[in-house]
T-cell receptor, first 114, second 113 residues
Framework: AQSVTQLDSQVPVFEEAPVELRCNYS??????LFWYVQYPNQGLQLLLK??????LVKGINGFEAEFNKSQTSFHLRKPSVHISDTAEYFC????????????FGGGTRLMVKP | DTGVSQDPRHKITKRGQNVTFRCDPI?????LYWYRQTLGQGPEFLTY????????KSRLLSDRFSAERPKGSFSTLEIQRTEQGDSAMYLC???????????FGPGTRLTVL
């Protein structure tokens, strides 16, 4: 069975500072990895995904993530955050069975302060 | 707006009542998923359809829950005899098989009093 651990439930950061949101996964097979963002009372929006190839993945809104197979990690980074980045961020792994459903981590609340 | 719509957006009901939610996926998407998200947690898989066939159900989906996708288009999720523990956000997602991004709807927030 696959699982995802997001190590920080909340990350406070000042505007224009860099941020890293941590994600570790466990899986016995090759994985597809995703980061989603959820704004209050809304659904999930895809930020970026790793399927194969380059381990550094660039996404929307200036976010990027690095896949590290040896450390089973997929941390999300942004060099300079904005107030509008305040949201809940979810890391997910796609189950590579017939259903391809997503297994999510518990989420990290990013709080950007002025 | 991802193109996936859900109705209603909010539902408040009393314990013991039945509720039904609807999801309209992106039209060319042949696979549809339901997830449940409780407060402060990530979404958890409930069930999925490929076209009109329900192919897998999570152990989270008790006998009080039923889902349908007639004609392989919209889907409904019904909860019978609701309990306070059913209070959650119910999310629907759709995808075209062989593609890799699930598109999520805005969710239906259920509150059981």
């Amino acid at each position: 069975a696959q699982s995802v651990t997001q190590l920080d439930s909340q990350v406070p950061v000042f505007e224009e500072a860099p941020v890293e949101l941590r994600c570790n996964y466990s899986s016995s097979v090759s994985v597809y990895l995703f980061w989603y963002v959820q704004y209050p009372n809304q659904g999930l929006q895809l930020l970026l995904k790793y399927l194969s190839g380059s381990t550094l993945v660039k996404g929307i809104n200036g976010f990027e993530a690095e896949f590290n197979k040896s450390q089973t990690s997929f941390h999300l980074r942004k060099p300079s955050v904005h107030i509008s980045d305040t949201a809940e961020y979810f890391c997910a792994v796609r189950n590579n069975n017939a259903g391809n459903m997503l297994t999510f981590g518990g989420g990290t609340r990013l709080m950007v302060k002025p | 707006d991802t193109g996936v719509s859900q109705d209603p957006r909010h539902k408040i009901t009393k314990r013991g009542q039945n509720v039904t939610f609807r999801c309209d996926p992106i039209s060319e998407h042949n696979r549809l998923y339901w997830y449940r998200q409780t407060l402060g947690q990530g979404p958890e898989f409930l069930t999925y359809f490929q076209n009109e066939a329900q192919l897998e159900k999570s152990r989270l989906l008790s006998d009080r829950f039923s889902a349908e996708r007639p004609k392989g288009s919209f889907s409904t999720l019904e909860i019978q005899r609701t309990e306070q523990g059913d209070s959650a956000m119910y999310l629907c997602a759709s995808i075209r098989v062989a593609y890799n991004e699930q598109f999520f709807g805005p969710g239906t927030r259920l509150t059981v009093l």
